[in-house]
């Protein structure tokens, strides 16, 4: 089983909806969670961490983290085409020294 | 402040010749990282240093040195670089905050390496 999963994609909405994007990690111990985006042909850029269950809101962005389930979302409200780039689960390990990336999942947001 | 720089920014190699990437960061971070990124395959960790002073090896070191030179710079070496080393490599860097579990990482811009 991979230490991180998220479906590749790629997830089309369409402009103004609400996109929701899933990961699931393997690691209980685990105890910080980040979001990253990654547009075509540039580096991943940090828009979301967070460590305690339950929602955390940031403008349009919504992570949602379930411990129990070993589960963390993101929710990206009113879509834009702007928001359109591959977006990266990480997930700290033990030692807090390292974190784990998965695989990321393409979004494509159609005007 | 200009966060994580790279050099270079494209590279091309022939198999069997060598190259040092550089990287450094002026934003006081004791941790560093080395990735490389194949399509597909997501962020791999090749080396990381937790602080000066010290490296340790990721998930894909084969093939690859590190130095840790100073706080602000991490260099990655390619001593024999092979087809297989074909791929975008990202330096990061954070301040783990160890009491809460965070470790936020700050990308570089890359570089995009061809070996042939």
């Known amino acids: 089983q991979k230490e991180v999963e998220q479906n590749s994609g790629p997830l089309s909405v369409p402009e103004g909806a609400i996109a929701s994007l899933n990961c699931t990690y393997s690691?209980?111990?685990?105890?910080?969670f980040f979001w990253y985006r990654q547009y075509s042909g540039k580096s991943p850029e940090l828009i979301m961490s967070?460590?305690?269950?339950g929602d955390k809101e940031d403008g349009r962005f919504t992570a949602q983290l379930n411990k129990a389930s070993q589960y963390v979302s993101l929710l990206i409200r009113d879509s834009q085409p702007s928001d359109s780039a591959t977006y990266l689960c990480?997930?700290?390990?033990?030692?807090?020294?390292?974190?784990?990336f998965g695989p990321g999942t393409s979004l494509s947001v159609i005007p | 402040n200009a966060g994580v720089t790279q050099t270079p920014k494209f590279q091309v190699l022939k198999t069997g010749q060598s190259m040092t990437l550089q990287c450094a960061q002026d934003?006081?971070?004791?941790?560093m990282y080395w990735y490389r990124q194949d399509p597909g395959m997501g962020l791999r960790l090749i080396y990381y240093?937790?602080?000066?002073?010290?490296?340790d090896k990721g998930e894909v070191p084969n093939g690859y040195n590190v130095s840790r030179l100073n706080k602000r710079e991490f260099s990655l070496r390619l001593e024999s670089a092979a087809p297989s080393q074909t791929s975008v490599y990202f330096c990061?860097?954070?301040?783990?905050?160890?009491?809460?579990?965070?470790?936020?990482?700050?990308f570089g811009p890359g570089t995009r390496l061809t070996v042939l």
């Open positions: 990061a860097s954070s301040d783990p905050r160890r009491g809460m579990g965070l470790n936020e990482q700050f």
């Open positions: 240093s937790a602080s000066e002073g010290t490296t």
């Open positions: 967070i460590y305690s269950n």
């Open positions: 690691d209980r111990v685990s105890q910080s």
């Open positions: 990480a997930v700290n390990t033990a030692s807090y020294d390292k974190v784990i």
């Open positions: 934003m006081n971070h004791n941790s």
